[in-house]
């Protein structure tokens, strides 16, 4: 099989078009032109790729399978493109990764600064967010590599994942929440009379976190849970009286203001396991594998002081739980 890049380009402006008139104007070349690329790559991967309806052209199954792997390409050709011109101008490297709230506190700043000494040129761009907009961005091309959550959620199939840090995780609620004004003891029960927020989580309360929580207390699931990312959790968290599961140390860099820790004595939640992940057929320019190791090695740092400070191990429990409201 001997794909061209102006049949990927091809088909990808097709789909994006949903159109054979409009894939050419998109592209430039007459709607002859276009047609004859498509027919060209449809004889040489040797499967139907689109079909046409009145209403438009539409992909095929095998159409479908081979837009994914096309965009992934089209995306590296375009950064190939960009890097081999800028390189050409002297321009400096970039490098684009996400991680977490948490990594951000404990691993991002340290390791900014020890990549600075040695790449003081190099741009960086750095998003925000959890393990399904990692999947996505490395999928599409559009990050390097990132920094997230493990709960057992991550599709592996195509990355590398590297398990680099465990931190003790906690119930997190607002200052002035009920919870905190009922006396020394609440039921298990009483938590289910709250919104939980599942931050990072994208399937509700088929998260394996959340779900594995309420194992543990022999309760059924919350019947309100919100999926939300960490910025609009965390606000959502100061404003109402929601629930959340939250990295500890989070909480003790004092970045979230106005939220109270719950400790629910003979219970302890999983820890978070964060992961380096990143494409395995994808390698790393010289400048972000420096800042991938840097961020690993701070965030190795941080964790031998969490275990220092001690993390419970997972234990279920079912009597009655006594809370304590520890201010970060």
Do not use: N
Not at 54 to 61: A, K, M, R
Not at 177 to 189: A, F, I, Y
């Amino acid at each position: 099989m001997d794909l061209k890049a102006h049949q990927i380009r091809a088909l990808l402006a097709v789909a994006a078009h949903g159109s054979l008139r409009g894939g050419a104007a998109a592209l430039g070349l007459t709607q002859a032109a276009l047609t004859k690329s498509l027919r060209k790559l449809e004889e040489d991967v040797g499967l139907a790729l689109l079909l046409r309806t009145p209403h438009g052209v539409q992909l095929t199954d095998a159409g479908l399978r081979l837009h994914a792997r096309a965009s992934l390409i089209d995306r590296q050709l375009e950064l190939l493109q960009s890097d081999l011109a800028e390189e050409g101008r002297g321009a400096p490297a970039m490098v684009r990764l996400l991680v977490t709230p948490l990594v951000a506190a404990c691993g991002l700043v340290p390791a900014l600064r020890g990549f600075r000494d040695h790449h003081p040129a190099a741009q960086v761009c750095v998003g925000e967010g959890f393990a399904h907009a990692a999947v996505r961005g490395l999928r599409d091309g559009s990050l390097d590599f990132a920094f997230v959550h493990d709960d057992g959620d991550i599709a592996l199939g195509g990355f590398e994942l590297e398990a680099v840090a465990e931190a003790p995780r906690g119930l997190a609620v607002r200052a002035g929440h009920p919870l905190l004004q009922g006396g020394p003891s609440v039921t298990p029960d009483a938590l289910l009379q709250y919104e939980w927020l599942a931050m990072g989580s994208r399937t509700g309360t088929r998260s394996p976190l959340v779900a594995s929580y309420f194992r543990s207390l022999g309760l059924k699931l919350p019947a309100q849970v919100l999926r939300c990312d960490a910025v609009v959790g965390l606000s959502l968290l100061r404003s109402t009286d929601a629930i959340g599961i939250v990295a500890m140390p989070l909480l003790e860099s004092g970045q979230p203001h106005g939220l109270r820790r719950i400790e629910l004595q003979g219970l302890a939640l999983p820890p978070v396991r964060v992961v380096a992940l990143r494409r395995r057929d994808v390698g790393l320019t010289a400048e972000a594998e420096a800042l991938r190791r840097g961020i690993a090695a701070a965030l190795h740092r941080s964790a031998e002081g969490w275990r220092a400070a001690g993390v419970p191990p997972f234990a279920g429990a079912r009597s009655r739980l006594s809370v304590a409201a520890l201010s970060p």
